[in-house]
């Protein structure tokens, strides 16, 4: 089974940020996950739109970028002009979320929607067929290591579900205390792209933990 491995740069050395994308260029992973943090849509601050245009002038690989943020229609055509190639927003954080997607996608971005756990999938019943992607948060937003929610399989079965009721092309992507352990049984339950962040930049050799993660399945 292919799928897209996108390791999330919030738990890497920051101090040698080129050094880490440099990694991931050469690594297998397939895309690179940034998360965008403002302190007041989840208790974190993290980067920022200089931030991700640094990183896209020496990455070689999509830049997956997770707006938890207030307000994100703002940031639109920054974030864009930064180079992403899919941008994320939150349900939970978009007003007017049909007309957010519309200004991803004539941005020229993929346009994705986060979920937060607590979040059921039905919301997206209007929305499934205009988004090439749905973020299941399986875990709180806000931090990185924070542990996997066990009823998140399920949540991703009925996610699915929807996706294939609705004649959907929607990928479904994972983030969030993710590890080896988890991917097998994610990917069976329909997932298409999966978020590492501290299972891989905290282990001994994140190459060759990019490495195992694609010979998962």
Same mark, same amino acid.
């Given at each position: 089974?292919?799928?897209?491995?996108?390791?999330? @740069?919030?738990?890497?050395?920051?101090?040698?940020?080129?050094?880490?994308?440099?990694?991931?260029?050469?690594?297998?992973?397939?895309?690179?996950?940034?998360?965008?943090?403002?302190?007041?849509?989840?208790?974190?601050?993290?980067? &920022?739109?200089?931030?991700?245009?640094?990183?896209?002038?020496?990455?070689?690989?999509?830049?997956?970028?997770?707006?938890?943020?207030?307000?994100?229609?703002?940031?639109?055509?920054?974030?864009?002009?930064?180079?992403?190639?899919?941008?994320?927003?939150? $349900?939970? !954080?978009?007003?007017?979320?049909?007309?957010?997607?519309?200004?991803?996608?004539?941005? &020229?971005?993929?346009?994705? @929607?986060?979920?937060?756990?607590?979040?059921?999938?039905?919301?997206?019943?209007?929305?499934?067929?205009?988004?090439?992607?749905?973020?299941?948060?399986?875990?709180?937003?806000?931090?990185?290591?924070?542990?996997?929610?066990? !009823?998140? $399989?399920?949540?991703?079965?009925?996610?699915?579900?929807?996706?294939?009721?609705?004649?959907?092309?929607?990928?479904?992507?994972?983030? &969030?205390?993710?590890?080896?352990?988890?991917?097998?049984?994610?990917?069976?339950? &329909?997932?298409?792209?999966?978020?590492?962040?501290?299972?891989?930049?905290?282990?001994?050799?994140?190459?060759?933990?990019?490495?195992?993660?694609?010979?998962? $399945?």
């Amino acid at each position: 089974m292919s799928f897209i491995l996108a390791p999330s @740069i919030l738990n890497s050395d920051f101090v040698n940020l080129s050094h880490e994308i440099e990694m991931l260029n050469s690594s297998e992973a397939d895309w690179i996950h940034l998360d965008i943090m403002d302190g007041i849509f989840v208790p974190n601050i993290t980067i &920022g739109q200089p931030i991700v245009s640094a990183i896209h002038a020496i990455a070689n690989k999509p830049l997956d970028v997770h707006l938890m943020i207030i307000n994100p229609y703002r940031f639109i055509e920054d974030f864009s002009k930064a180079g992403a190639y899919m941008l994320t927003v939150h $349900y939970e !954080a978009c007003t007017h979320l049909h007309r957010t997607v519309e200004q991803i996608k004539s941005n &020229g971005m993929k346009a994705g @929607i986060a979920l937060n756990p607590h979040t059921p999938v039905n919301v997206l019943e209007e929305l499934i067929t205009e988004v090439d992607l749905v973020l299941n948060m399986t875990v709180n937003p806000g931090f990185g290591g924070q542990k996997f929610i066990e !009823a998140s $399989y399920d949540k991703i079965k009925r996610l699915k579900e929807l996706i294939l009721s609705k004649n959907s092309k929607a990928l479904i992507e994972v983030d &969030g205390g993710i590890d080896l352990t988890h991917s097998k049984r994610l990917l069976e339950s &329909g997932v298409d792209v999966i978020v590492a962040g501290t299972a891989i930049f905290k282990s001994k050799s994140p190459a060759e933990t990019i490495k195992k993660f694609k010979e998962i $399945y």
